[in-house]
């Protein structure tokens, strides 16, 4: 191996200074959270304790944590679900020439941009002049959605910008209907793909705030919880919070990843599955 | 899809019926686009529209009227609040712009052509892309302990011996606010870059160098030029997530500063539905023009 030149050393220098301004703040948040009793939002530590974490769990200290938990979760996994199958089916429907299908890919780019208070504010509106009530399950699921489906859909994008039709058209000369050429062949080659889409969905919705905010109703999903203790609650409780929460976004980004790594892995040893039949 | 029509011959055995049931390839691709029509038709489409109209309506202290008025818009471009906060907004943009666009540059550039094998390159770039996966609140929220006025920044300069009083500037300030910016999104600059520079083919930096050109030269005159759709992306999404921004703004500038979505979560807040639309149906045509601007420089379909 040829030697790294000095740029090398400079550029790793910046990056890890880039990787500590990424994650310094978060470390600092979940230290703080084991502050002592009397500690306050900053350092120093006055000793240490699981005190604020005992007080998450006492729910009448800190509001509904544990019921807008529930709902993120819950939410979290509509729209993961609902992303990924909306995804890879418009994903299929791009590959073939139809006619609305410029208007939709730029209908798709401004789901992307617009600013998020926008598709809040209209969706909310549209439910109070129709009579409707707000519910993080029908107008904060749909508003979260204009989020997420831009993310899956340009992943199906470069997805399927990659693929090798050649596949297809093997399945198809070996007499496989049209949904057989999907399901046995189509969907297993990008399944990794779908892991990704399902990762964006799931995080994109759980932490989603801005495109929830006017849409979750009276129930709050667990960013608008988090939110409003930002202006009443001054103590390390909310770092606990903090560092709960993203401890569980850690654990599912982990099990997403796992995933991919152990297909990407039981693919590379099983190499091809030709001649082992599918039925 | 077509393929298949072109081609029935290559399929001879199978039955003849089963071909006949098929349906036009047109047919099938609107039927795998509709749920996706549905949902953006729905929840995209609709409210835009309702906000247009709305944005025409009037407005008492607790309730809304349908009309057809000119009211909202007049009162908004006469206001001089109105041009203050949209020049803030593009202060923030601009300047979130450069930071990111520096920091991502570079970051993209170690990963693509520093790091030599594809599992490090790998693990480094999920390693960018985490924070991106947990919450904006709690990443803003975590920049309290270190630049409040008895945090982390102010004790370690004074321990230094750089001041001698904490700086009441690092939070709740523009300062704070640019900052947060550039934490949330730089990602969004180097991921697309990082893609872009990924499938630069490595022969033209060599062909570069043994042309006489020196590091620097490359850099400036193959890859950057190289790499413009992938920072066309990222300036893409900054400026928009940026430009429509309200909650970093408030929460970072302990609501001190404003930019337009702060203008329209106010009126919000006061139940002026309509002053808040006719405010986001400018915000929306504002940023519709900045992106606008910028596809004329990519074309997203092709980089994807």
């Known amino acids: 191996m040829e030697r790294r030149p000095r740029s090398f050393y400079i550029l790793a220098a910046f990056f890890a200074l880039f990787i500590l301004f990424l994650y310094g703040p978060t470390i600092t948040i979940a230290i703080l959270s084991f502050q002592g009793p009397q500690g306050g939002l900053t350092f120093p530590m006055q000793g240490t304790s699981l005190h604020w974490f005992r007080d998450l769990f006492q729910e009448q200290a800190v509001g509904d944590i544990w019921g807008s938990f529930r709902r993120s979760f819950v939410l979290g996994l509509m729209v993961m679900v609902t992303t990924v199958v909306v995804s890879v089916s418009g994903g299929l429907a791009f590959r073939k020439r139809f006619a609305g299908s410029a208007v939709l890919f730029y209908l798709i780019i401004t789901s992307l941009v617009i600013p998020s208070i926008l598709v809040s504010l209209g969706v909310g509106l549209i439910f109070s002049q129709a009579g409707l009530k707000v519910h993080w399950a029908s107008s904060g699921f749909g508003s979260q959605l204009t989020w997420t489906l831009p993310f899956g859909l340009l992943i199906m994008f470069a997805v399927f910008n990659r693929f090798d039709k050649s596949f297809e058209e093997a399945a198809r000369d070996q007499g496989a209907t049209a949904w057989q050429t999907i399901r046995h062949v189509v969907l297993p080659?990008?399944?990794?793909?779908?892991?990704?889409?399902?990762?964006?969905?799931?995080?994109?919705?759980?932490?989603?705030?801005?495109?929830?905010?006017?849409?979750?109703?009276?129930?709050?999903?667990?960013?608008?919880?988090?939110?409003?203790?930002?202006?009443?609650?001054?103590?390390?409780?909310?770092?606990?919070?903090?560092?709960?929460?993203?401890?569980?976004?850690?654990?599912?980004?982990?099990?997403?990843?796992?995933?991919?790594?152990?297909?990407?892995?039981?693919?590379?040893?099983?190499?091809?599955?030709a001649g082992k039949g599918m039925v | 899809m077509t393929a298949e029509t072109d081609t029935p011959t290559a399929s001879s055995a199978a039955p003849a019926a089963r071909a006949g049931r098929r349906l036009p390839a047109a047919m099938v691709a609107w039927f795998q686009a509709a749920p996706l029509a549905l949902v953006l038709g729905a929840f995209l489409v609709l409210p835009i529209i309702m906000i247009v109209i709305v944005s025409f309506w009037g407005a008492t202290e607790y309730s809304i009227y349908p009309a057809f008025q000119f009211d909202n818009y007049e009162f908004l471009f006469s206001s001089p609040v109105t041009y203050k906060v949209f020049f803030n907004t593009f202060k923030y943009a601009l300047i979130t712009w450069a930071a990111t666009l520096l920091i991502g540059f570079t970051v993209a550039y170690f990963l693509a052509f520093h790091v030599r094998s594809l599992t490090w390159q790998i693990a480094l770039f999920l390693l960018c892309t985490i924070p991106f996966w947990t919450s904006n609140i709690i990443r803003m929220i975590s920049w309290i302990p270190f630049l409040g006025r008895n945090g982390i920044a102010n004790s370690t300069l004074i321990s230094w011996g750089v001041i001698d009083e904490p700086l009441e500037w690092l939070l709740f300030s523009d300062f704070s606010v640019i900052?947060?910016?550039?934490?949330?999104?730089?990602?969004?600059?180097?991921?697309?870059?990082?893609?872009?520079?990924?499938r630069i083919d490595r022969s033209l930096i060599e062909a570069s160098y043994d042309a006489g050109a020196t590091g620097w030269q490359t850099l400036w005159h193959v890859i950057v030029p190289l790499t413009k759709p992938g920072i066309m992306i990222g300036t893409i999404f900054v400026i928009?997530?940026?430009?429509?921004?309200?909650?970093?703004?408030?929460?970072?500038?302990?609501?001190?500063?404003?930019?337009?979505?702060?203008?329209?979560?106010?009126?919000?807040?006061?139940?002026?539905?309509?002053?808040?639309?006719?405010?986001?149906?400018?915000?929306?045509?504002t940023v519709l023009l900045v992106i606008g601007i910028l596809l004329r420089f990519v074309d997203i379909r092709k980089e994807l």
């Open chain 1, 189 to 273: 080659i990008i399944a990794p793909s779908l892991i990704g889409v399902a990762l964006f969905g799931f995080t994109l919705s759980y932490d989603e705030f801005a495109r929830t905010l006017l849409t979750a109703g009276s129930y709050n999903t667990l960013p608008l919880e988090i939110f409003g203790m930002t202006t009443n609650v001054t103590t390390p409780v909310i770092f606990a919070l903090g560092t709960l929460t993203t401890a569980f976004s850690l654990i599912v980004i982990g099990a997403f990843l796992l995933t991919v790594w152990l297909m990407g892995r039981r693919r590379a040893r099983q190499g091809s599955d």
């Open chain 2, 179 to 198: 900052l947060a910016f550039v934490h949330l999104y730089t990602l969004f600059m180097v991921v697309p870059i990082f893609n872009t520079m990924m």
């Open chain 2, 240 to 285: 928009t997530l940026v430009m429509g921004d309200f909650i970093t703004v408030r929460f970072m500038s302990g609501s001190q500063s404003a930019n337009v979505g702060r203008l329209i979560s106010n009126d919000i807040g006061l139940l002026q539905y309509p002053s808040a639309a006719a405010t986001a149906v400018v915000l929306l045509v």
